[in-house]
Every structure is written in C-alpha cells, then in structure tokens.
C-alpha cells in the first residue's frame, strides 16, 4: 500500500465480465471533524499534486492517487507541541532527558526510514499519562498518530510499541466522549490497513465489541464503517466477529437519513465479509437478499447524489452476482421465489443498472440443467433477453445478457428453442465495427455455446443474409459475417473463440452425420465449404499460437475432421499451402523446429521455431506431463489430417504432395 493513503476510499466495483483484477487494498484516514462526516467536495482527490491535509484518497479499480504528507515527516517534532502544552499545564512528567532532541532525532531517522521503538514507547507512556489527568491535549495527539499511522512503516512499531492497544483499550473506556473516539477510530483503521498482526489485536474478544458498537450507533458512521472494512479486508482469521455482523450492516443501509457516501462504504465492508462461507449462509437464510434488491430501487433527482448512487449500486449488483454464485444461494430461492420474482421483472425497466442485476443473479442462478429448462420452457426468460439484446443495449448491459443467455444454453434441449427465436441474427448484429471487444468475444462465446451439438443451429448460422437470389446478400451468410469479425478485429480472445466455434462446427457436422441423410450431410457441407474458402483460417491460427496448448489441440482435432471430405480437405490444403502453417505442420509431426524452406532443421529437438519458449509457459496452467500428452495427441491429428488429405486426392504443388508422404509412411 502507498504511503499516505486514506481510510475512507469508495471501491468502485469489480468489473461485471469477471476478468481477473486487482482486489483494491485498504486505505487510511486524515483528519475531520468528529461529529460530521467529510463533504465530497472537500475530501475527494483526484490529483497527485494536491498535498492538503484533509484530502481523501480513492482507488479507482486499482489506480491509487494519494496525496503527499508533509505532517508524517514531523510526527514527533508535532508530538512534542502537544506534550510541551500538557506538561505545562501541569497533567504530565516527561522523564525523559533531552526529550525535546530525541523527538527530533527520531523525525530524522524516519525520513533516512530507520523507526524508533523506544522513543514509541516513551510516547505511549505519556499517552497513559494525558489519559490518567484527562489532558485535552489527547486529542491532538491522537490525531498526529493517526496521521503517522498513514504510513504503512510505522503501523508494526506503533503495536510493538503498545500504542494500537492504548487506543484500543481507549475506545472501551471513552466510548461517550465523540471526541476522543474519532480520532481514536483514526488511528486503529490506519494502522490496522493491510497489516495482518494489527488486525489480530483490534479483533480480539476484548476490542471489537466496541468497533461494532460504534457502527451500530451511527454518530461517525464515515468513520466506523472504513475501520472495519481495513481490519476485514482481506483477512482471513475473522472467527471473532459474530455471524450477524453483515445483518448489522444491512439494517444500517435501510437507515432513513443514511448518506450515499456511507451507503457505499457500508456495502464494500459488506463485500468483504461475504468473502467467507459463514457469513454468506447468514446473508442468505436472513433474506438480505431481498433487503438489499430494496435499496437498488430509489432514485435521486439531484444529479450529484444519483451519481453516487449509482456507484453504490454498482457496488451492490457485484455483491449480488458474487453470493448468486453459492450453492446455498440455489437453495433458498427457487426459480418460483419471490426474489426470482422481481429479478424477472427487472428484464422489462428501462433501468440500465436493474437489468445488470438481473442478468447477473440470475445468470448465476442458471448453474443446472434443471433451472436452465424451467427458465426457459416455463419463464420464456430467452425471449426477454434476446428482445434486450436486439435494442443493442450498453455495453454492460449487453455483456450481462449474453452471459446469461449463453447458461441459458447449455441444456441440449434448450439450444433448438433460442436458436428458433432468431438467435443467431440477433448475435450477428454484434459484429460489427462500433461494438467493444468483450460484447463480441460475448457474443462468439453464446453462438459457439447454441452450435455445440446444435445441428438445426448451425443451419441458421448457414442461412443466407437474404432471401433475394439477385442480391449480393444472398451469396452470403452469418458465418461469413463471424469470418470478417475475424480478419478485422485485433483482439486475441475474440480470435481464439471464432476458431473455436469454427471447431464447434466441424464437431457438430462429423457427429450429426451418422444420424442425418446423405443428401442433408452434403448440403450442409457444400454451404459451409463452398461459400465460406476462409473457413479453415481460424483454425489455423490455433495452431499457430503457443501459448494455450489446449487451444493449439482443438485446432489439431479440428482440422483432422475437416479434412475428411473432399471439400473440406481442399480447404485445408489451402491452409498448409502457406509455409509458415506448413512448417507448424512439419515441426509438429517430426518434433523438430523447421528452417525457412519449411523442412526440418538438422540437430534440433528444441520444440516449434514459431516459439522458443515450452509451450507450457504463459497463462496456459497446463502441467508439463499434460503438454506431452498432448503434443502426442496433436501429432496423431496431424498425420490423420495427412492421410486424409492424400486419400481425397487434392490438387496441390507437387513438393507439397512428396512431402505429405514421407509423412505419411510415418503414420
């Protein structure tokens, strides 16, 4: 954590595709007054210049901006103010020599990164002193440690030296004085941000009762709340803190008065106690559930405060889409529940946040093929979707439909019935060139999952553009619209998928043949190959890449089936015609890297020249004894796609064809 962060940061949420990011660590808290909370306008940083004191910190999914700190380069020269005024009014003894020096020895010390236990512990002597004569002065001095504690170096020293649990007994004792107790709350959140032995202590049996308390009371709910999101934040050992913990919260967001600001910090706490199973169960069997779809509901017609209630709700549908995920979620709401209920009707608002929130709970609910069929059969839920996606909503809006839609999918059954529903025109229309990246990887994604043992879809996929023979649409199809996606977008994931349905495809043709007429098979099979010549280049770059070697499989397998039939074979004779693909072909087939002619390279078994590196490296996760299996497997594909290639008798270059001979006789 950077130095100089502040406890009361808004975590914007996650993104809602899922994909991995940062998990936003705690933050510390300057000074305010103790019985109002902090204005946005005067708290709020976005600049890395600002150095005023009271300027709050966020973190913007990962993108930390703190302000400097010139008062944690003098902590002790601030401390010896405040203990110069107490010892003259007679409330402390400071007993120790040349006081005055160390405490400025020890500021020099801090800026060369050295830290001073023992003046620390002379501190909290005089702490106990200022507390045992009631000195005013307590409160500044709390105020100076809370800031130092800011700095992550000084939070161990801080309980080394006995000062985390001063304050913490502190809080036990003063809890009437609002004064004391704020920045008392200061300091425990700041030194207790991101450092595990801290946060042991605050939430022993002796302290937290206490913490909770002051949530529960509401006086410095800005200030609260924060402290125990840095104690529960990513922390693990929460066995202390009650099971009702997170219904304590919640009741706290139904509070009449309660500010946005507050509401989002209460929901992020939230979050971070739904990370372990007990509270969860609580969540769930206590409704919060349906406390929380409540509060996603109300509207502010001042434009400043809907703002921020639209991130808290954004907050709030990550928290909804995480818990759907469980399987005690499952089991408490039904797709007949009432909370089932309001999220089906949410698909029908033209509110762009409510129907994230449906598409995400109930896309997670969508885990069984059961569930599946009655939302489909029974709820007709298909149809709500693809009707959303058909108005080509936001990009959120759009990215949470097709998740949904795509488990909506997976039963056998239920692929017939969306694809009948014009399905696969209404996913084209996302491949376009104005469409983000990740709504068309999306938008693949549900096509590849209708197609998977969807032969009646992969007719749709084939169907012309137009019904008109003299139009130029008509020579078309919406697979051809999914191979222009494919020559023009850069995006990798996007690419991978759109080979990976061509694979569907091929997959669903070689199984549905056995139970299809001839004439039925070969229609198929010359409207896929004869309108589509490019058919084979997606596979081929599966091949081509090394980083997924499960990926790099599929195209193997792929290829092999395409190249069956006779027109499928010249397709992919096409393909290995160029020399690159053709020395990824030889390189696989003899395990040898390939030289510039496409032949093998003497005296080198290193692997494919395409990539030097094992071709288990990467973000792959493929031990090295799968790689092997496969790299067998892939080289068993290969020669099938030889033989295949030969028996069909294709025309090809005659060097071409020696060659996939000698490979040949090695089958």
């Known amino acids: 954590m950077e130095q100089g962060k502040d406890i009361s940061k808004v975590l914007l949420p996650r993104k809602l595709d899922h994909q991995p ?21 005067s708290s709020l940083s976005l600049s890395k210049n600002k150095t005023e004191q009271d300027t709050l910190a966020f973190s913007l999914n990962g993108l930390t901006i703190t302000p400097k700190l010139p008062m944690a380069e003098r902590m002790f020269a601030s401390l010896g103010v405040v203990f110069q005024h107490a010892y003259e009014e007679r409330e402390i003894e400071l007993g120790l020599a040349g ?10 010390l801090s800026r060369q990164g050295d830290r001073d236990i023992e003046v620390l512990r002379w501190v909290h002597g005089i702490l106990d002193q200022m507390l045992d004569s009631h000195s005013e002065d307590l409160i500044e001095a709390a105020n100076i440690l809370a800031n130092g504690a800011r700095d992550e170096t000084w939070r161990l020293p801080f309980e080394q030296a006995g000062i985390l649990s001063f304050f913490l007994r502190l809080l036990t004792v003063e809890k009437e004085d609002e004064d004391i107790v704020a920045p008392c709350l200061r300091f425990i959140g700041n030194a207790c941000a991101d450092t595990d032995p801290n946060r042991e202590q605050a ?35 929460l066995a202390e803190c009650p099971d009702e913990s997170v219904r304590t919260l919640v009741r706290l967001l139904e509070e009449p008065d309660i500010e946005p600001t507050s509401m989002l910090q209460l929901v992020n706490t939230i979050g971070v106690f739904l990370q372990q199973d007990r ?41 909804l889409s995480d818990i759907s995920a469980t399987g005690a979620f499952a089991n408490k709401y039904t ?33 069984s093929d059961p569930v599946c069929r009655d939302m489909v059969s029974r709820l007709d839920l298909h149809e709500r979707l693809l009707e959303i996606l058909q108005d080509q909503p936001s990009v959120q809006v759009s990215y949470a439909a097709l998740g949904f839609l795509r488990n909506l999918a997976l039963p056998t059954e239920n692929k017939s ?14 491949w376009s060139v104005d469409v983000t990246p990740q709504v068309q990887h999306a938008s693949v994604g549900l096509l590849r999952q209708l197609l998977n043992g969807s032969i009646s879809n992969v007719r749709w996929l084939l169907d012309s553009l137009s019904s008109d023979p003299e139009s130029p649409a008509y020579e078309k199809t919406y697979l051809s619209l999914l191979l222009l996606l494919f020559g023009r977008t850069d ?63 599929e195209g193997w397998f792929a290829l092999a089936l395409m190249a069956r039939s006779r027109e499928g074979s010249a397709t992919v004779s096409d393909v290995f015609q160029q020399l690159e693909t053709f020395g990824i072909l030889v390189s696989t087939i003899t395990g040898q890297s390939t030289t510039g002619a496409g032949v093998p390279a003497a005296n080198n078994t290193t692997g494919h020249s395409r990539d030097n590196s094992d071709s288990s490296s990467g973000s792959s996760g493929v031990r090295s004894d799968q790689i092997r299996e ?30 996939l001979r000698d490979f040949s006789s090695e089958a």
């Open 21 to 41: 990011s940062t998990s936003p660590k705690s933050s510390v808290l300057h000074t305010h007054g103790a019985s109002t909370p902090p204005s946005t306008e």
């Open 99 to 108: 006081w005055n020096s160390r405490l400025l020895r020890a500021d020099e």
């Open 203 to 237: 939430i022993a049996p002796e302290y937290l009762p206490s913490l909770i308390d002051e949530v529960n009371r509401q006086r410095l709910l800005f200030i609260a709340v924060p402290v125990i999101y840095n104690i529960c934040n990513e922390y693990d050992d």
């Open 279 to 319: 509270f969860q169960r609580d969540f769930i069997e206590s409704d919060c559930v349906s406390h929380l779809l409540e509060l996603l509901l109300p509207v502010n017609d001042d434009l400043e405060m809907e703002e921020e209630l639209s991130t808290f709700r954004s907050a709030t549908n990550q928290i």
């Open 335 to 367: 797709v007949r529940s009432a909370v089932v209920g309001t999220l089906v009707q949410w698909l029908s608002t033209s509110r762009a946040q409510l129907r994230i929130c449906s598409c995400l709970t109930l896309g997670n609910l969508a885990r």
């Open 417 to 430: 019935i969306i694809g009948s529903q014009g399905a696969v025109k209404i996913i084209s229309e996302f």
């Open 491 to 553: 995006d990798v994931a996007t690419r991978i998928e759109t080979g990976r349905t061509v694979a569907t495809i091929c997959r669903c043709i070689s199984s549905s043949s056995r139970g299809l007429p001839v004439e039925s098979t070969s229609a198929i099979r010359h409207r896929l190959y004869g309108m589509h010549a490019d058919i084979a280049r997606p596979l081929a770059m599966m091949i081509s890449q090394s980083r997924f070697p499960i990926i790099r499989s």
């Open 630 to 659: 496969m790299q067998a497997k892939d080289r068993e594909n290969a020669l099938v796609l030889v033989n295949e290639l030969l028996t069909n008798s294709v025309r090809v270059d005659s060097i071409f064809v020696d060659l």
